[in-house]
């Protein structure tokens, strides 16, 4: 587990640290680690503030602060066992994962913006019809689950038969009644 020496630092308390030392980028490194873990605004905007400097003070790019999908290698099939004698090592497609994506609601088709909160299930509701709907985001793969429509035809016609059965009850109860 990797040591995270400004846990308990506020928002107040990096932003103060980061201005105090913009030119340390030992510091600027470990500011920039913690608000990875942080998803408020305004630690975004400080983390955003703090990839700046360390681009513009380094030659290598920030760390990614949400996790990537990466594009899996597979050797060429120049060979009946699927290597060749190459050496060469081409680096993954790295894609970022968005803040957000698009989800369509499933009942009005009606397009819905929803957040990529890692390993969260999330209830939200169409923002057009209302109905509800779920959403996780795992692994990184991006799941909806939208719950089927109750039939209210199908209990209407349940309660029907039943208001039948019981008038037929009461109709025998009442014949029985007037022969006697």
Not at 28 to 48: D, F, G, T, V
Request: proline letters at 8%; one cysteine or more.
């Amino acid at each position: 587990m990797i040591n995270r020496p400004y846990f308990s630092y506020g928002i107040e308390q990096l932003q103060e640290l980061f201005s105090n030392s913009k030119t340390d980028l030992k510091i600027l490194k470990s500011i920039q680690y913690e608000l990875s873990h942080r998803e408020k605004p305004k630690a975004r905007a400080l983390k955003n503030e703090v990839d700046q400097l360390i681009k513009q003070q380094t030659s290598t790019p920030p760390l990614p602060t949400k996790p990537v999908l990466k594009k899996l290698n597979t050797p060429p099939l120049s060979s009946p066992t699927g290597y060749t004698n190459e050496n060469k090592q081409d680096e993954p497609n790295i894609i970022p994962i968005p803040d957000r994506v698009v989800v369509e609601c499933a009942y009005c088709n009606n397009t819905n913006f929803v957040s990529t909160i890692k390993d969260t299930i999330q209830h939200l509701s169409c923002s057009s019809c209302g109905r509800s709907y779920t959403v996780l985001f795992k692994y990184g793969v991006f799941r909806t689950s939208f719950p089927p429509l109750k039939d209210s035809s199908s209990s209407s016609k349940t309660s029907l038969k039943w208001l039948i059965i019981i008038g037929i009850i009461m109709l025998i109860v009442v014949l029985g009644f007037i022969r006697k």
